[in-house]
């Protein structure tokens, strides 16, 4: 037997329950894996909450380190015994192990430990498809980028700084505020009312062209007015909820903007496009240019607890759960 978080119903923190579950076997093209350490990501709270739908019971989680116990048929490019990390689906990743796609995960190099691969894979990979696929930047524009002290958020603002952006971050408290400058945030915001004054204010009334937005329902109308015209909005998440239906014209009205509501999932569908933005990712924490910034780590047994701080937007950077 092995130990997963499993929820047997949508609801608050509480659903989550520590149980024992039979050790699953890999079939083929599957690697068995004992997870060294898990990581938190908003998209949990979705799948645990309903907002993003999964068959009942269910172990959630979508990222985590740790070796290769067992390989089934049909794998060849991995080892038992390789330190791997992944991000993405299929759900599972609150257990102490695993079987998942062996074309889903990606070899660990020695000098990334496993907290740091677990914190940085799906948020790693996020700012690196929002910043160099969804919207490329270029050096000398300035962006915006919402909870910029949070996981996916301290990482964007130091991938931009060193492609040679200037990044408004937007927080809700000053020391969250004082974080993201430390992580490369050229100004930042404390809360979003005055958000399109204050980038006016900063760009000389000329406004962003890019805004990246996970908190969804709260800011989805003010990230708008922050736009330059033909400005893309990037809706990447719901923290605050799902953004309503959105009435088309609105978009002629501010200067016929873009919007675009995208998923890591589409990003990595192909094996190759995952290889290719983990090693850009690898490099960049590699050469110290993006931190990995663990603030917190929970027991895996305690989710409830990470899940709570999460919500309750009391932590900052990155989180990860120890099985
Ligand atoms: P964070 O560490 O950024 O935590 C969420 C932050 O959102 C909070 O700390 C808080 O920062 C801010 N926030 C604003 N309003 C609320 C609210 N009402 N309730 C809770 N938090 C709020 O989380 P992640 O880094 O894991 O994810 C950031 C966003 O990116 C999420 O929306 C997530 O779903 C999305 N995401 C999307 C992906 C994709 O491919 N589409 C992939 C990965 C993440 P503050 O207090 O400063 O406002």
Redesign the pocket.
């Known amino acids: 037997m092995t130990k997963a978080i499993r929820i047997h119903a949508n609801g608050g923190p509480e659903v989550m329950r520590w149980e024992d579950v039979p050790t699953p076997e890999p079939g083929a093209g599957e690697a068995l894996i004992r997870h060294e350490a898990v990581g ?4 949990d ?2 799948f645990r909450t309903g907002l993003y739908k999964s068959a009942l019971p269910a172990t959630i989680g979508m990222e985590g380190s740790g070796v290769v116990l067992a390989l089934g048929v049909g794998v060849t490019d991995l080892a038992v015994g390789d330190r791997v990390a992944y991000a993405g689906g299929p759900i599972g990743a609150y257990a102490t192990q695993r079987v998942i796609p062996a074309d889903r995960l990606v070899l660990l190099p020695a000098e990334i430990d496993f907290n740091t691969g677990a914190a940085m894979m ?2 790693g990979l ?1 700012a690196q ?2 910043l160099r696929r969804t919207f490329p930047v270029q050096a000398g524009q300035t962006i915006v980028v ?8 301290l990482i964007m603002c130091q991938w931009a700084k060193y492609l040679g952006v200037n990044v408004i971050g ?4 000053p020391e ?1 505020a004082e974080l993201a400058r430390e992580h490369g945030a050229d100004h930042v915001i404390v809360g979003y009312q005055d958000l399109p004054a204050e980038v006016k204010r900063i760009t000389g009334g000329a406004m962003v062209p890019v805004v990246y937005d ?3 329902k ?2 989805f109308n003010i990230s708008l007015d922050c736009l330059a015209p033909l400005g893309l909005m990037v809706v ?6 799902p953004v309503p239906p959105v009435d088309l014209g609105v978009l002629t009205a501010k200067g016929s903007l873009f919007v675009t ?5 589409t ?1 990595t569908a192909k094996r190759s496009d995952l290889v290719a933005a983990a090693a850009e990712l690898m490099d960049v924490v590699a050469k110290g240019v993006v931190k990995i910034r663990v603030n917190q780590t929970f027991p895996l047994s305690e989710a409830a607890a990470a899940h709570i701080a ?10 990860v759960l120890i099985p």
């Open positions: 938190l990501n908003y998209i709270v979705y799906l948020q996020t498809y929002l919402h909870a910029a002290a949070g996981g996916v958020g937007v927080v809700s408290t969250k996970g908190v969804g709260d800011t990447f998440g719901n923290a605050s909820g509501r995208p998923t890591l999932a990003y999460l919500e309750g937007r009391k932590t900052t950077g990155s989180t």
